[in-house]
Structures are given as C-alpha cells and as structure tokens.
Nanobody, 128 residues
C-alpha cells in the first residue's frame, strides 16, 4: 500500500522559510516523478514544483512561475522522501500543500494536475 505523508507545514511571517517533507512508503521516490501541489481556499489546486526521475537526460525540475527562485524541490533517496524548501515566503503562498507521485509512464500527467498517488496535505499559513 502506497502512502505519502507530508510534514513541516505551519505558520511563518512573510519573508520567512519553511521546509516541507513527504515521507513515502510502498514506493521508491527515485523510481517515480514526484511533485508538490497546493490549494488555497476558494481556488483550484495548482502545481508548485515537479521533479523528474534522476538519471542521464532527466529533465530539470519544473516550477510554477510564482515560486521560481524561492522554492526548491528535492529528493532524498536515502530517506525515500521528497522535500520542498520554501524561502522568502509571501502571504499568497498560504495554502494546503500536497505531495504527489506518478509512475514513469505517467510523469507528463503531473503537469495536468493528475497523479497516481496523493498525500493528505499539510497547511502552510504566511502572515504579512
């Protein structure tokens, strides 16, 4: 059974930082494309960042324009986790953040907001 469990959410001041983690069980993150999505109240879920499987020719991480230069997605293969380092946070980053995974053949679906597996989400609140 696949489980993705997010942690690290909480409250921060604008300009501050938070680091989200997604612990995976039942799948190996290095064999999947992994992503972070977020959903703010009253808004649709949106892609934050996608990381493709490692290896020669792998595409670089894909970030939403709104987080480029501030957020960094990474995989920790030893811990089988996905992380999202969020710096210079803004109030508009307030949302529930979800970890997602796609099998190799379905990596392209992540750009459409579709994944094979989802976590339950962790809340991030940024105050001005």
């Amino acid at each position: 059974q696949v489980q993705l469990v997010e942690s690290g959410g909480g409250s921060a001041q604008a300009g501050g930082s938070l680091r989200l983690s997604c612990a995976a069980s039942g799948l190996t993150v290095s064999n999947h494309c992994m992503a972070w999505f977020r959903q703010a109240p009253g808004k649709e879920r949106e892609k934050v960042a996608i990381i493709y499987t490692l290896g020669p020719g792998a595409a670089p991480p894909d970030y939403a324009d709104s987080v480029k230069g501030r957020f960094t997605i990474a995989q920790d293969n030893a811990e089988n986790t996905l992380t999202l380092q969020m710096n210079n946070l803004k109030p508009e980053d307030t949302a529930t953040y979800y970890c997602a995974a796609a099998i190799i053949l379905a990596c392209g679906n992540l750009r459409l907001g579709r994944a094979n597996y989802w976590g339950q989400g962790t809340q991030v609140t940024v105050s001005s």
